[in-house]
């Protein structure tokens, strides 16, 4: 027959200081675990999804957009090829774009590095979830540009109707635009013809459809191959998942600071049970007494442990995604140097996995103590004082 | 220092809690020094520049921008070179060996002057006259050289990613530096550079030595000032500032990693805290009998007070030596891309040593203070 649960709850109530004392400490280490794993997972939703399945992007070997450069001649060579997606129109799908970055005050007033792309015609079809939620889409050769809703947010005068100096020009904010909160939101978009001009330069790279999944290795190792272009091709996909080593290197930070700190908090639940059990020595034999079980007592103190570890990473996990989900930041993608919106995610999987953790803290650092809870002799422990 | 046998004694009561409470520590003590050494990693560079007064000349819209060949007659100019020496046109390369996994610092760098500028490389006088004979010499850092398996002699290609060249280098001598971070560096030579991009005249950014501390504000007013209105405006920053522009690039993170730090000393402070509640509860009537032996209550502190610190610090010791020994000995990084070096800074020993007979000092503050109030006789008849 199990102990009743009551037993264990009133003995946590009574201990209240250092029961209380363990669920923070438990809580504290999830909460780090959580976070850590809340910005891993916010770094990757910006860039793991950006770039439709069947589009392809053309750089110069090795290259990022920053630093790549597409000949006119190039492109033009590369929209005629087989198997590019036409429009009704009967136009190739494919944008030339151009990005440069630039030197920008953030609202809070340091700088940082703002990608500025300009796109062709059909620059944002070939996205097909760029919405406009403020203000309008650019026109062409008047200057206008629009901005990432991520970019607006982190950068100063990116709002509709402010005139940003970047890059030797001012430049007029006509919308601001969200992309399903991925990386485009923290650029800043105009068009194709207006960037070439102010920054006489040639194209960095090339978007294109193509008409099926097929098509997609296919070209690229066209564009590899033909004399003519000489350039590489990657899955648009592909180029942004490529560039996810931050993301990576937080969630390796995460497993490594995690499990560290877990075999402390592991330590610390030990600690506590042990003396729960050595103050409880008497009572443990008086359950003997009336025919409780070495199983039953061994269960009792394990579920105990496991309760504490539960109240702790529940504490962790909750406080964590109130304090920390949604909170917007922003780091360098260290591929193209500029800055990148994210946002903190604390999943309810990732709670979940907080949680377990911590209960896996808990029946750990329990078990030796239930073990030896178990293991007492009932005469020996009577006597004890 | 006379009680120091009866703290110790104490502390070795209850082998097993002191045991576990060390344990933990250590465990909690490591992910400290770790998450502190990640910082000053991070700003490794900028502490060693501040001795050297370098200052660079960079694009106003940053470094992705090219400046103008012209701006270098200026900088020759007597207007220049009276706060200044040693101009460097010095570019980032951005290239890697054999495959992108291999990513290091490379430049393209004016030979002529980097001894006087870069003081603190210890090129080889014969390594250095080759360079400057060979057109497409380029001259490596020790450990660079030893991770990649270079030899003096061999021909390497690096691959352009920024600049669409790939040029074919023969590594003529290998330098050594008193800070090891400074040896994961390959120099080639900017005229070479310049060769194989045609001719172009492409300058990532100037560098030079300002002739003393102050200098460099003079020159950053006359060097900023000659450019403000052309249609390549410059800022010039010191190296610090040089290095801060990459750790503003980072963002919030790092404030973000150093409070992680602060959650972990206060789990080692809950930590300590419950490990010292339940032994002085355990001893209430033994001190209550160590009072009427006629010891004062700054006695009882001192005993507990003392009893906690010796534990915390002993469980920062341990993971303290461990990581010295497989960071600073081994020369291992948790992330050999990132982090070249992950090498503890002696502040960081300060800060550990810090943290534990604070975190020791805290912990114990309440249970030291009620075990000192508490009235004797009270203390006598409470039961355990």
């Known amino acids: ?385 | 220092m006379k009680y120091l046998r009866l703290v110790l004694r104490n502390a070795l009561r209850n082998k097993l809690r002191t045991g576990l409470t060390v344990g933990g520590t250590a465990f909690l003590m490591f992910v400290l020094i770790f998450i502190m050494t990640a910082l000053t990693e991070m700003e490794a560079w900028q502490g060693a520049a501040e001795t050297h007064r370098r200052i660079a000349v960079q694009h106003s819209t940053g470094l992705a921008t090219p400046l103008p060949i012209d701006l270098e007659n200026f900088l020759r100019s007597e207007a220049v070179t009276r706060h200044a020496e040693h101009l460097q046109k010095l570019n980032w390369f951005g290239g890697y060996w054999q495959d992108p996994k291999n990513f290091f610092a490379n430049f393209g760098a004016d030979h002529l002057v980097v001894r006087e500028l870069w003081d603190e490389l210890s090129i080889p006088p014969d390594a250095y006259a080759r360079w400057c004979a060979q057109k497409n010499g380029a001259i490596v850092g020790k450990s660079l050289a030893t991770k990649f398996g270079w030899k003096l002699d061999q021909k390497i290609t690096l691959h352009g990613t920024i600049y669409p060249c790939n040029p074919e280098l023969e590594i003529v001598g290998i330098f050594t530096s008193s800070d090891i971070r400074q040896e994961e560096q390959l120099f080639f030579r900017w005229d070479y550079l310049d060769e194989l991009m045609g001719g172009k005249k492409i300058v990532g950014t100037y560098w030079m030595k300002a002739r003393s501390a102050e200098d460099i504000p003079k020159l950053k007013e006359i060097i900023d000032g000659h450019t403000k209105n052309s249609s390549d405006p410059t800022e010039t920053v010191t190296e610090k500032e040089f290095g801060e522009q990459f750790m503003a690039m980072m963002g919030n993170i790092r404030t973000l990693v150093a409070s992680l730090g602060t959650v972990v000393l206060i789990i080692m402070i809950l930590m300590t805290a419950n490990t010292v509640a339940m032994s002085a509860r355990e001893r209430v009537t033994e001190i209550a009998v160590l009072r009427t032996l006629g010891f004062t209550g700054g006695h009882v502190v001192l005993f507990v007070l003392a009893e906690s610190v010796l534990v915390t610090t002993v469980g920062m010791v341990l993971p303290l030596a461990a990581s010295l020994a497989l960071f600073n000995g081994m020369k291992l990084s948790p992330n050999p891309q990132f982090f070249p070096y992950f090498l503890i800074e002696p502040r960081t020993i300060v800060i550990a040593i810090a943290a534990a007979v604070l975190s020791g000092l805290i912990a114990a503050a309440i249970p030291a203070e009620l075990a000192a109030r508490r009235k004797i006789v009270d203390g006598l008849r409470q039961v355990v």
């Open chain 1, 1 to 385: 027959m199990a102990i009743p649960l009551k037993y264990n709850f009133r003995s946590i109530v009574i201990r209240w200081i250092s029961a209380g004392m363990t669920v923070l400490g438990v809580a504290g280490v999830t909460a780090i675990f959580v976070v850590i794993f809340a910005m891993g997972i916010g770094m990757e939703r910006t860039l793991v999804g950006t770039g439709h399945p069947r589009n392809l992007i053309v750089l110069r070997q090795g290259a990022t957009e920053t630093t790549s450069g597409v000949t006119r001649q190039q492109a033009s060579d590369i929209a005629a090829l087989e198997g590019i997606e036409k429009d009704a129109a009967g136009e190739a799908l494919v944008s030339p774009e151009l990005v440069v970055v630039a030197n920008h005050p953030l609202r809070g007033g340091a700088k940082a590095n703002l990608a500025l792309r300009g796109v062709g015609p059909r620059g944002r079809a070939l996205r097909g979830n760029i919405k406009v939620t403020a203000g309008r889409w650019f026109n062409p050769g008047l200057g206008e540009v629009v901005a990432g809703k991520g970019a607006s947010g982190r950068f100063a005068d990116l709002k509709v109707n402010d005139r940003p100096f970047i890059r030797g020009r001012s430049w007029t904010v006509v919308g601001v635009f969200e992309a399903d909160g991925q990386a485009y939101e923290s650029e800043v978009w105009g068009d194709i013809d207006d960037l070439r001009s102010q920054f006489k330069r040639e194209y960095s790279s090339l978007i294109v459809r193509v008409k099926s999944d097929a098509d997609l290795p296919r070209l690229a190792q066209v564009v590899k191959d033909d004399k003519r272009i000489q350039l590489e091709g990657k899955p648009h996909a592909d180029y942004y998942k490529d560039q996810n080593l931050g993301a990576q290197m937080m969630k390796a930070m995460g497993f490594i600071i995690g499990f560290v700190l877990s075999i402390g908090a592991i330590f610390l639940a030990a600690n506590t049970m042990y003396a729960a059990v050595a103050s409880r020595t008497r009572e443990i034999a008086t359950m003997r007494v009336f025919g409780f079980s070495r199983l039953a007592i061994w269960f009792s103190f394990m579920l105990e442990a496991a309760f504490l570890g539960f109240c702790g990473g529940a504490v962790g996990s909750v406080a964590s995604r109130f304090l920390f989900d949604g909170m917007t930041s922003g780091t360098a993608n260290w591929a193209t140097f500029s800055d990148m919106a994210f946002q903190f995610r604390v999943t309810p999987m990732l709670m979940g996995a907080g949680v377990i953790l911590a209960m896996l803290m808990g029946i750990v650092g329990g078990f030796l103590p239930a073990f030896r809870a178990s293991r007492m002799t009932i005469a020996h422990a009577l006597r004890e004082l």
